[in-house]
């Protein structure tokens, strides 16, 4: 029910497919956001950025502060922040974990320049569902979830910094297992030992 590339690097599922899947009795991951974006098309920041004397304009087919800042909140861009972009975190309540809960994932915003939350959803997916099956689900290069992440939004044309950390909700025990059943053969791979995969990617031109 996958659908591997040449590499054996795997692809996000379809809509079509998991609808298939869903049919003949399979369960997939289902995304829960927990954040929203501070972009400049959301109602409370636009009204922050034109309140103090900044626009929002739409540039390469996204809204900007200015016509140049795709965020409405960063710790740098100085220069935008006499026109409403803040620094200050935007804090929220969270519900509390269920067994339900298998992933936390935190990622930037050059993550999801070419992937949705579902389509990161349904990368975890397929990396769980076909653990037990010694898939190769990375390339050779990746070692993490977040490795895994990563290295498909640049597949898929990103070209922004892009950060990601991957937490697995299961028992570290359970998750590290799952990882070495799941990623390589490779006799000198590294594992982490904590249910914690991290991965950073800076592009030279950002």
């Given at each position: 029910?996958?659908?591997?590339?040449?590499?054996?690097?795997?692809?996000?599922?379809n809509?079509?497919?998991?609808?298939?899947?869903?049919?003949?009795?399979?369960?997939?991951?289902?995304?829960?956001?927990?954040?929203?974006?501070?972009?400049?098309?959301?109602?409370?920041?636009?009204?922050?950025?034109?309140?103090?004397?900044?626009?929002?304009?739409?540039?390469?087919?996204?809204?900007?502060?200015?016509?140049?800042?795709?965020?409405?909140?960063?710790?740098?861009?100085?220069?935008?922040?006499?026109?409403?972009?803040?620094?200050?975190?935007?804090?929220?309540?969270?519900?509390?974990?269920?067994?339900?809960?298998?992933?936390?994932?935190?990622?930037?915003?050059g993550?999801?320049?070419?992937?949705?939350?579902?389509?990161?959803?349904?990368?975890l997916?397929?990396?769980?569902?076909?653990?037990?099956?010694?898939?190769?689900?990375?390339?050779?290069s990746?070692?993490?979830?977040?490795?895994?992440?990563?290295n498909?939004?640049?597949?898929?044309?990103?070209?922004?910094?892009?950060?990601?950390?991957v937490?697995?909700?299961?028992?570290?025990?359970?998750?590290?297992?799952?990882?070495?059943?799941?990623y390589?053969?490779?006799?000198?791979?590294?594992f982490?030992?904590?249910?914690?995969?991290?991965?950073?990617?800076?592009?030279?031109?950002?």
């Amino acid at each position: 029910m996958r659908q591997t590339e040449r590499d054996g690097s795997v692809s996000v599922w379809n809509r079509e497919k998991y609808k298939l899947a869903s049919s003949h009795g399979f369960t997939h991951f289902a995304v829960k956001e927990l954040t929203s974006d501070h972009h400049p098309d959301r109602e409370d920041e636009k009204t922050r950025v034109e309140a103090a004397g900044g626009q929002v304009l739409n540039w390469g087919g996204l809204p900007r502060v200015n016509g140049q800042l795709a965020i409405t909140r960063a710790i740098g861009d100085v220069f935008f922040k006499s026109y409403g972009v803040i620094s200050a975190p935007e804090v929220t309540d969270w519900q509390p974990l269920t067994a339900n809960d298998s992933y936390l994932v935190a990622a930037s915003d050059g993550v999801f320049e070419k992937l949705s939350v579902q389509d990161v959803c349904d990368l975890l997916w397929e990396v769980h569902r076909f653990s037990d099956m010694r898939s190769e689900c990375t390339s050779s290069s990746s070692y993490s979830l977040a490795d895994f992440i990563i290295n498909t939004a640049l597949k898929k044309g990103s070209m922004d910094n892009m950060a990601a950390v991957v937490v697995p909700l299961e028992s570290a025990k359970s998750s590290a297992n799952s990882l070495r059943r799941s990623y390589t053969e490779s006799e000198d791979a590294g594992f982490p030992l904590f249910g914690l995969q991290e991965s950073a990617y800076r592009s030279s031109g950002n």
